[in-house]
T-cell receptor, first 109, second 113 residues
Framework: RKEVEQDPGPFNVPEGATVAFNCTYSNSASQSFFWYRQDCRKEPKLLMSVYSSGNEDGRFTAQLNRASQYISLLIRDSKLSDSATYLCVVSSGNTPLVFGKGTRLSVIA | NAGVTQTPKFRVLKTGQSMTLLCAQDMNHEYMYWYRQDPGMGLRLIHYSVGEGTTAKGEVPDGYNVSRLKKQNFLLGLESAAPSQTSVYFC????????????FGQGTRLTVV
């Protein structure tokens, strides 16, 4: 089983839609969780960290379920500029970040 | 504010040639990483370093060597390039504390023919 698994998509959604991505991780000792965004032919950039209590940043909401070992990202009111690949990232203490393969989102006008 | 800088940005090598990719960061980060990204494979860790003078193997280390002689630089070497090493290489750095963001360089597109 891969350490971090994501549905590769693509998710094709109309502008204004709400879309959710899930990610599962296998290491129960994982302590840090993130969502990164990667635009085509660009480097990954941090979108948001994921905290145990869940957290929100504008149209983006991240949730963590430790019992089921999954992380989610919800995007409300999708914009064309949200089109990108979203990477689920997990770390156990001071070990290197482990990336999922990413979920591709296309927001269509 | 440079952040993480990779050199070169593009390179074409012939099979068997050697080269070194340079990663430099100006954020005084302890941790540095080299990843490769291939279509459908996501980011895979090649080698990483938790401090000056230390290196460790990642998920796909074969065919690569690294050195971290100075805290701000992390070098990735290919001694004898193979077509299977055609990829996009990303360097990243981060502080050692939990929940700290990793910053990436812009990537190096390497083609081995």
């Amino acid at each position: 089983r891969k350490e971090v698994e994501q549905d590769p998509g693509p998710f094709n959604v109309p502008e204004g839609a709400t879309v959710a991505f899930n990610c599962t991780y296998s290491n129960s000792a994982s302590q840090s969780f993130f969502w990164y965004r990667q635009d085509c032919r660009k480097e990954p950039k941090l979108l948001m960290s994921v905290y145990s209590s869940g957290n929100e940043d504008g149209r983006f909401t991240a949730q963590l379920n430790r019992a089921s070992q999954y992380i989610s990202l919800l995007i409300r009111d999708s914009k064309l500029s949200d089109s990108a690949t979203y990477l689920c990232v997990v770390s156990s203490g001071n070990t290197p970040l482990v990336f999922g393969k990413g979920t591709r989102l296309s927001v269509i006008a | 504010n440079a952040g993480v800088t990779q050199t070169p940005k593009f390179r074409v090598l012939k099979t068997g040639q050697s080269m070194t990719l340079l990663c430099a960061q100006d954020m005084n980060h302890e941790y540095m990483y080299w990843y490769r990204q291939d279509p459908g494979m996501g980011l895979r860790l090649i080698h990483y370093s938790v401090g000056e003078g230390t290196t460790a193997k990642g998920e796909v280390p074969d065919g690569y060597n690294v050195s971290r002689l100075k805290k701000q630089n992390f070098l990735l070497g290919l001694e004898s390039a193979a077509p299977s090493q055609t990829s996009v290489y990303f360097c990243a750095s981060s502080p050692p504390q939990e929940r700290q963001e990793a910053f990436f360089g812009q990537g190096t597109r390497l083609t081995v023919v």
